[in-house]
């Protein structure tokens, strides 16, 4: 068992300082980590990365392990924790988990699931444990695809509330997205209910086939596109942040927007700059899967990102401080030049790099190039094999 694992947490790096945060050196720390506290949950969406299953498993992180876990993940510095799932909702240990992240000096979201087990009380108990923000999944302006989107009649409206129940309790909250070939027609009709709710942030989620969902309900790379232009022009007067997830094309497309307005500064991707009460700021560089981001499953596997399923280790028995920085799984995905085709002499590249999820998902190959993107580079160049 490695001396860091959760049996014998180390304390020799809790002088890790939040400034390695606010330089995102990502080679050191992920600016996120999204813990899968538990992978039960009561729906069963169409597009679910994880699989979910109606009952908890065996298996899970007990409180003992959680409550270690936090401490180390503490040691990387200050990263935003995200308790999701399944339904995080369904561990009973939920809210004290959230306190002891707190007290740790951790910033701390949540994304629970539209039953009825997010009620006011206990959005309040979240509110007090320490959570600054909650999203919820809203994926059309209608019931009617939505409810199917998510296989529950009803979770459309309970969404609702739930958003709106969490402003009356003062907690920021975000509105997600997946677009689809079910939905992707639909999204300027959502603008007005993530008003609608004082939503701080829009997260567009653009889908990875892993978990439930199919290559086949992948929009095509030119809507892809079409898609990132229409935010980019959202961006600039919407009384909301916008955050173009599994997709790092879109800060390519912001950064040639940019470019073609023609400032007179120099081009770079520096994130919409909105700055939240919440403290949930945007790093001033992109993440992506292993790169910035972290993924914690419901028993402990340490991998890239929830649409990135390969695991490096298991904090049970791997140092998940180590695991980030040494292995050569994550390794990879920090180092540009291992990657492939077209994204591999991509001239964003450094600011980009494709998704890497979705390589995997489509091509088995997670360096390999992301096939949902529409753009050509450096024309003439023979790509990498």
């Not at 993940?73 to 339904?87: A, E, S």
């Not at 320490?130 to 059309?140: K, N």
């Not at 402990?300 to 292995?327: C, H, K, M, W």
């Not at 077209?342 to 190039?369: N, S």
Request: net charge neutral; proline share 5%; with cysteine.
């Amino acid at each position: 068992m490695h001396p860091h694992s959760l049996s014998q947490p180390a304390a020799a790096e809790r002088n890790l300082h939040d400034q390695r945060m606010e330089i995102a050196d990502f080679d050191l720390a992920p600016f996120t980590i999204a813990w899968e506290v538990t992978r039960a949950c009561a729906f069963a969406c169409v597009h679910c990365r994880a699989n979910a299953q109606h009952q908890r498993d065996s298996r899970e992180l007990n409180t003992d392990e959680a409550l270690r876990l936090i401490d180390r993940i503490k040691d990387f510095g200050n990263p935003i924790l995200i308790f999701t799932g399944g339904d995080p909702m369904m561990r009973r240990d939920l809210f004290d988990l959230i306190a002891h992240a707190t007290q740790k000096g951790l910033r701390c979201s949540l994304t629970p699931t539209a039953t009825a087990l997010p009620t006011f009380e206990r959005l309040e108990q979240a509110k007090q444990a320490g959570i600054r923000r909650i999203a919820l999944s809203l994926d059309a302006p209608t019931a009617a695809v939505h409810d199917a989107f998510r296989q529950v009649l009803g979770s459309w409206d309970r969404t609702m509330n739930i958003l709106r129940n969490a402003q009356a309790a003062g907690i920021s909250a975000q509105v997600n997205t997946t677009v689809s070939a079910f939905n992707v027609n639909l999204l300027p009709d959502m603008l007005p209910f993530i008003q609608e709710v004082n939503a701080v942030q829009w997260s567009v989620f653009f889908l990875v086939p892993t978990g439930r969902a199919q290559i086949v309900w992948m929009i095509s790379p030119e809507e892809h596109e079409r898609l990132f232009n229409w935010l980019y022009d959202l961006s600039k007067t919407a009384p909301f942040d916008i955050k173009a997830t599994a997709a790092p094309m879109y800060r390519r497309v912001a950064i040639q927007r940019r470019k073609a307005e023609g400032d007179g500064g120099p081009v770079t991707f520096q994130g919409a700059g909105f700055q939240y009460a919440d403290g949930l700021h945007r790093p001033t560089k992109g993440v992506n899967d292993g790169n910035g981001f972290l993924f914690i499953s419901h028993i402990g596997e340490i991998q890239p990102s929830g649409f990135l399923p390969i695991t490096a280790g298991n904090v049970r028995t791997d140092d998940i401080i180590d695991i980030y920085r040494n292995s050569s799984l994550f390794k990879d995905l920090r180092n540009p030049d291992k990657i492939k085709g077209k994204c591999g002499i991509c001239e964003f590249r450094d600011v980009c790099g494709g998704q890497r999820g979705r390589a995997y998902g489509v091509t088995g190959d997670y360096l390999e190039t992301d096939p949902a993107c529409a753009y050509e580079p450096m024309q003439g160049i023979e790509y990498a094999s």
